[in-house]
């Protein structure tokens, strides 16, 4: 600070004692470091609004995903994705809810329950589901066994055939069988005139074994385990199974959106001869992964990101995970895409800067405005402290005129008492920051003219006998009278 405070506590105005004696008040600070101090904790104030913005964004997000029946792959991969996004601290974390299967996981996600559901692309899937990936691709296997002993009949070599015959289905879940009946409609028969026996996918080949069907039906992967078992049991005590082809594949596919015409390529099964020994056309249908419609952008974007990370990873110890695809972003796709997902296929991610940019500049916006009202409130709350220092440094003037016309030491002790006075009462307003250090300057000039008049108007009246100032106080008295 360019004045010497010490200057202003210096001089003696109080009847020619020593302020060096007199308690010394607390040098206050100056406006400039006080404007300083709250700069930077403006700065600091931002820095850390941004900070925990950035925090609060970027915290590890949990997302619950439905998915069953117990045992089955899918529960099974969804449980090494798990394992796999907590060992590299990804931002989407997953928690599995084990369902009994597709057709629970979708109603856990149309009740709001789950974020993301591991869902058959043939059963209703909620209103409120959009795709996020397509976890594999399913084929329906038809076939025969012979009959022996005393159900030995007429080999079974089409699905027209099928009418008055036991078909048996691998796998609990109403949506096999809803598939068999559309297989069975497609080529004229009344699924009513067909006796559908249902079997636990654990149990199929056992049934198979005791000969409790004439044909069987499983959908699964090409390269299903449980398909592959239950075939092979077939095979053991009855000789080699027939293949059903759905030779309208494609029909099926155009009445049903949900499945698509495939084939089921020879040898596919194994054994010796090659089952099947020839390529079998039959239809194929998705599960998909979907999530909610309402769920974020962002968060559904970082998850489809992570899924393909680390989808190699996986296809050791789950070779199914190689067959993770992409969704469908068409527009009329059967499971329309969510807006997340389709953001990473399509190279449009948003980063960080990008989603969030527009709040950073309106907080900063914000904050500067917020600065600059409370700066301009702090000056008007403090205007009246300005102006009463004005009035103070005018009063100072007057008293430089009365001290060089007083006739007594006494006037002049009592103005000095005042000018203490509006001495305290500036340093106050300084320290308050009301006025700036000019303003403080100005008072010191005025204070040094006011001690300079003092001290010449004393020694003027120490010089003149004692006689001559009384007379002249009581004249002045008399004149005020």
């Given at each position: 600070?360019?004045?010497?405070?010490?200057?202003?506590?210096?001089?003696?105005?109080?009847?020619?004692?020593?302020?060096?004696?007199?308690?010394?008040?607390?040098?206050?600070?100056?406006?400039?470091?006080?404007?300083?101090?709250?700069?930077?904790?403006?700065?600091?104030a931002i820095a850390g609004?941004?900070?925990?913005?950035?925090y609060f964004a970027m915290?590890?997000?949990?997302?619950?995903?439905?998915?069953?029946?117990?045992?089955?792959?899918?529960?099974?991969?969804?449980?090494?994705?798990?394992?796999?996004?907590?060992?590299?601290?990804?931002?989407?974390?997953?928690?599995?809810?084990?369902?009994?299967?597709?057709?629970a996981s979708a109603?856990?996600?149309?009740?709001?329950?789950?974020?993301?559901?591991?869902?058959?692309?043939?059963?209703?899937?909620?209103?409120?589901?959009?795709?996020?990936?397509?976890?594999?691709?399913?084929?329906?296997?038809?076939?025969?066994?012979?009959?022996?002993?005393?159900?030995?009949?007429?080999?079974?070599?089409?699905?027209?055939?099928?009418?008055?015959?036991?078909?048996?289905?691998?796998?609990?879940?109403?949506?096999?069988?809803?598939?068999l009946k559309v297989i069975l409609q497609q080529y004229g028969i009344d699924p009513a005139k067909v006796e559908i026996i249902q079997y636990p996918a654990n149990e199929a080949a056992e049934a198979i074994k005791a000969q409790k069907a004439d044909a069987y039906l499983a959908a699964g992967p090409v390269n299903s385990k449980i398909t592959s078992d239950a075939i092979a049991a077939s095979s053991k005590d009855t000789g080699t199974p027939t293949f059903l082809a759905i030779d309208s594949a494609d029909a099926i596919a155009q009445n049903h959106p949900v499945y698509e015409a495939s084939e089921i390529p020879a040898g596919t099964f194994g054994g010796s001869p090659a089952r099947p020994d020839d390529e079998v056309k039959t239809i194929s249908f998705s599960h998909h992964i979907v999530a909610r419609k309402g769920l974020s952008e962002t968060n559904v974007a970082a998850f489809t990101r992570q899924l393909f990370a680390v989808r190699q990873q996986l296809v050791t110890e789950f070779p199914l995970a190689a067959k993770i695809e992409t969704p469908d972003t068409d527009k009329d796709a059967v499971i329309p895409v969510h807006p997340g997902a389709a953001a990473f296929v399509d190279?449009?991610?948003?980063?960080?800067?990008?989603?969030?940019?527009?709040?950073?500049?309106?907080?900063?916006?914000?904050?500067?405005?917020?600065?600059?009202?409370?700066?301009?409130?702090?000056?008007?709350?403090?205007?009246?402290?300005?102006?009463?220092?004005?009035?103070?440094?005018?009063?100072?003037?007057?008293?430089?005129t009365a001290a060089r016309k007083s006739e007594t030491t006494e006037e002049l002790d009592q103005m000095q008492t005042e000018a203490d006075e509006i001495l305290r009462d500036t340093l106050r307003c300084f320290d308050h920051g009301a006025i700036e250090e000019a303003a403080l300057t100005a008072i010191n000039i005025v204070l040094d003219q006011f001690h300079a008049a003092v001290a010449d108007r004393k020694a003027v009246l120490f010089s003149m006998p004692q006689n001559l100032q009384r007379a002249g106080a009581q004249f002045r008295a008399a004149g005020n009278a």
């Amino acid at each position: 600070m360019k004045l010497s405070l010490k200057r202003l506590f210096g001089r003696s105005m109080t009847g020619g004692l020593d302020l060096a004696e007199a308690p010394v008040p607390t040098s206050p600070r100056s406006a400039a470091r006080r404007t300083a101090l709250v700069s930077l904790a403006l700065v600091l104030a931002i820095a850390g609004a941004l900070v925990g913005g950035y925090y609060f964004a970027m915290r590890p997000v949990t997302l619950k995903v439905a998915v069953g029946p117990a045992n089955s792959d899918d529960v099974k991969v969804m449980q090494a994705l798990t394992q796999g996004f907590a060992q590299h601290k990804s931002y989407v974390r997953l928690r599995p809810i084990q369902t009994d299967g597709a057709t629970a996981s979708a109603d856990l996600l149309a009740e709001g329950k789950a974020d993301l559901a591991i869902v058959r692309g043939d059963v209703d899937v909620p209103k409120n589901a959009q795709a996020v990936a397509t976890l594999r691709k399913n084929v329906v296997v038809l076939w025969s066994v012979p009959g022996k002993g005393k159900k030995k009949g007429a080999k079974i070599t089409k699905i027209a055939q099928l009418a008055g015959h036991k078909v048996g289905v691998v796998g609990r879940t109403q949506a096999n069988v809803n598939l068999l009946k559309v297989i069975l409609q497609q080529y004229g028969i009344d699924p009513a005139k067909v006796e559908i026996i249902q079997y636990p996918a654990n149990e199929a080949a056992e049934a198979i074994k005791a000969q409790k069907a004439d044909a069987y039906l499983a959908a699964g992967p090409v390269n299903s385990k449980i398909t592959s078992d239950a075939i092979a049991a077939s095979s053991k005590d009855t000789g080699t199974p027939t293949f059903l082809a759905i030779d309208s594949a494609d029909a099926i596919a155009q009445n049903h959106p949900v499945y698509e015409a495939s084939e089921i390529p020879a040898g596919t099964f194994g054994g010796s001869p090659a089952r099947p020994d020839d390529e079998v056309k039959t239809i194929s249908f998705s599960h998909h992964i979907v999530a909610r419609k309402g769920l974020s952008e962002t968060n559904v974007a970082a998850f489809t990101r992570q899924l393909f990370a680390v989808r190699q990873q996986l296809v050791t110890e789950f070779p199914l995970a190689a067959k993770i695809e992409t969704p469908d972003t068409d527009k009329d796709a059967v499971i329309p895409v969510h807006p997340g997902a389709a953001a990473f296929v399509d190279g449009e991610e948003k980063t960080f800067l990008d989603r969030y940019s527009d709040y950073i500049w309106w907080s900063l916006m914000a904050l500067s405005a917020m600065g600059s009202i409370g700066a301009w409130f702090a000056g008007y709350l403090k205007k009246d402290e300005r102006d009463n220092n004005s009035h103070l440094r005018d009063r100072l003037f007057d008293m430089i005129t009365a001290a060089r016309k007083s006739e007594t030491t006494e006037e002049l002790d009592q103005m000095q008492t005042e000018a203490d006075e509006i001495l305290r009462d500036t340093l106050r307003c300084f320290d308050h920051g009301a006025i700036e250090e000019a303003a403080l300057t100005a008072i010191n000039i005025v204070l040094d003219q006011f001690h300079a008049a003092v001290a010449d108007r004393k020694a003027v009246l120490f010089s003149m006998p004692q006689n001559l100032q009384r007379a002249g106080a009581q004249f002045r008295a008399a004149g005020n009278a």
